[in-house]
């Protein structure tokens, strides 16, 4: 078993009105140093399958084909082993 | 007029099924059927619409979830085959998502849910959906929608120009085209396009609510006559 997080972000290349409204409230409640902010979105995926390699390879597959839309988001993964349950 | 068959495909979510329904059958005769979204088989229709709505909670992605149903294989494989598809305000956000149009929605600009009437400037009339109107021409529509900012990249927004496949632009009713008549913070305020061979049609704001004089608008319904005898 792996657990995989995955974080997702609006790309650079598109704007991220949500960010920029909490980043200005940073800055309003007096954070000047808040410089930049993006607002994403977090997965805690948990799969079936003792290969890492495969694991990963499978995960990416639900990443390009449901996950993420690759027009828009892009994405990090990390992984670890879990203990399956008994 | 009477025989161009349609058919509304019926997500979890979808709210504008009815009214699509109602100005296909009642103001345009056509012969419509609704078709819920578990259904593989899609009747042989002429025209299919993915109507308006919340499908599936707008979970994950707006369009996202719905674009995996088994009733979007069986649009997919219509829309191959060249026949029409219209997608309005989710139903074009499902098209989106499924690759049959390019491009993605991102949260409004105000991140306000934005409810108003807005004037939509005819960009492109030769197409089956637009051919009744005239280029230019500015239409009353409304829109209802809080992901409606509608991004593409660079590449692909130079090949929409390049290939005139951008349907409408938000605009004043004399049809300038300017930010202050931007409702979203949409790309060159594109309200809504075509695909390559102009049989699939996406757009944000909602014809079908601007179809009769009894709802006080019918700019709408030009859209609507531009398919009759498709």
């Avoid at chain 2, 979970?59 to 026949?83: D, Q």
């Avoid at chain 2, 130079?158 to 202050?180: M, N, P």
């Avoid at chain 2, 049989?199 to 009894?214: D, F, K, T, Y």
């Avoid at chain 2, 030009?222 to 398919?227: A, D, P, R, Y």
Wanted: aromatic share 8%; proline share 4%.
């Amino acid at each position: 078993m792996y657990k995989a997080t995955i974080n997702v972000t609006l790309k650079k290349s598109v704007l991220d009105p949500q960010g920029q409204t909490v980043l200005h409230a940073l800055s309003t409640l007096g954070f000047k140093e808040a410089k930049d902010l993006r607002v994403g979105k977090f997965f805690e995926l948990t799969v079936d399958e003792a290969d890492k390699t495969r694991a990963e390879a499978r995960i990416r597959e639900m990443c390009d084909k449901l996950l993420i839309n690759p027009v828009i988001e892009e994405y990090s993964l990390t992984m670890r082993e879990e203990k399956a349950a008994r | 007029m009477g025989s161009m068959k349609a058919a509304v495909i019926v997500f979890p979510g979808s709210n504008c099924d009815t009214d699509c329904f109602n100005v296909l059958k009642d103001v345009m005769r056509m012969d419509v059927s609704f078709v819920w979204h578990k259904e593989r088989a899609l009747p042989k229709v002429d025209l299919v619409i993915l109507p308006g709505g919340f499908s599936y909670g707008d979970y994950l992605r707006t369009g996202a979830v719905a674009r995996f149903s088994p009733a979007m294989e069986s649009v997919i494989k219509h829309a191959g085959e060249g026949r029409l598809v219209l997608g309005i305000c989710n139903g074009f956000q499902i098209l989106l998502e499924s690759g049959l149009l390019p491009g993605a929605m991102l949260r409004n600009e105000s991140l306000s849910f934005v409810c108003e009437h807005v004037w939509l400037r005819v960009e492109e009339t030769a197409s089956v959906f637009t051919r009744n109107l005239k280029k230019g021409e500015t239409i009353c529509v409304p829109i209802a929608h809080g992901e409606g900012n509608y991004f593409c990249d660079d590449d692909t927004l130079k090949r929409l120009k390049d290939e005139s496949r951008i349907a409408f632009r938000y605009a004043s009713k004399s049809g300038q085209v300017t930010r202050d008549f931007n409702p979203n913070g949409s790309r060159e305020n594109i309200a809504g396009i075509f695909n390559e061979k102009r049989n699939i049609l996406g757009m944000m704001p909602h014809p079908e609510r601007a179809s009769e004089p009894v709802l006080g608008l019918d700019h709408g319904r030009k859209i609507f006559e531009s398919l009759i005898g498709a």
